[in-house]
């Protein structure tokens, strides 16, 4: 089971703005950084946030990322129909002698 | 430009053990490791372990701890992920990914292995 957890769906209308919640614990998010994944089925996956709230080159601006406590947030904003994706949040987890964690998944429908 | 290449698919018996390659180009392959994740058919991302190339250092999930071992070879920019005893719930698309101070960040095509007697 995943101890990170965010709801199994959103959507949005083009140019709408979705945010996609990750909730934790002080193992994980209270005490690591999150980063963030988009993946399409059959492809690899993306990195869209690191550190919290970094984008990597190449990544526009449309998409950010907030942290606070033990919960993260993706916001994508000027929704696009290429956004329709599976979406991941990833956090290091301190329990277990260590390992990465990551999200359930949130399914982004562009409506 | 930074590209991980994955071996093709495989088709395996329960019991039986599957050996998957991830080919690193565009990067010092020693400077950055390496991790592994799966995922089941419609499940999530699972994080399976992490190699060093620099050292061969290992850390697994302990769920699997026992049935995978990873390695590197440096002379090809090549790491290897072996799991034994495969069981039909093994049956997932395993992707490599690099590890950086950003956490994993740049992945493999991905490589379907199907468990299946």
């Known amino acids: 089971q995943s101890g990170l957890t965010q709801p199994p769906s959103a959507s949005g209308t083009p140019g709408q703005r979705v945010t996609i919640s990750c909730s934790g614990s002080?193992?994980?998010?209270?005490?690591?950084?999150v980063n963030w994944y988009q993946h399409l089925p059959g492809t690899a996956p993306r990195l869209l946030i690191h550190t919290d709230n970094q984008r990597p080159s190449g990544v526009p601006a449309r998409f950010s990322g907030s942290k606070s406590g033990t919960s993260a947030s993706l916001a994508i904003s000027g929704l696009q129909s290429d956004d329709e994706a599976d979406y991941y949040c990833?956090?290091?987890?301190?329990?277990?002698?260590?390992?990465?964690?990551f999200g359930g998944g949130t399914k982004l429908t562009v409506l | 430009q930074v590209h991980l290449v994955q071996s093709g698919a495989e088709v395996k018996k329960p019991g039986a053990s599957v050996k998957v390659s991830c080919k690193a180009s565009?990067?010092?392959?020693?400077?950055?490791?390496i991790s592994w994740v799966r995922q089941a058919p419609g499940q999530g991302l699972v994080w399976m372990g992490w190699?060093?190339?620099?050292?061969?250092?290992?850390k697994y999930a302990q769920k699997l701890q026992g049935r995978v071992t990873m390695t590197t070879d440096t002379s090809t920019s090549t790491a290897y992920m072996e799991l034994r005893s495969l069981r039909s719930d093994d049956t997932a698309v395993y992707f490599c990914?690099?590890?950086?101070?950003?956490?994993?960040?740049?992945w493999g095509q991905g490589t379907t292995v199907i468990v299946s007697s």
């Open positions: 002080k193992s994980n998010i209270g005490s690591h950084i």
């Open positions: 565009g990067y010092t392959f020693s400077n950055f490791g």
């Open positions: 990914a690099r590890v950086s101070v950003a956490g994993m960040d740049v």
């Open positions: 190699v060093s190339p620099y050292n061969g250092n290992t």
């Open positions: 990833a956090a290091w987890d301190d329990r277990q002698s260590g390992h990465w964690m």
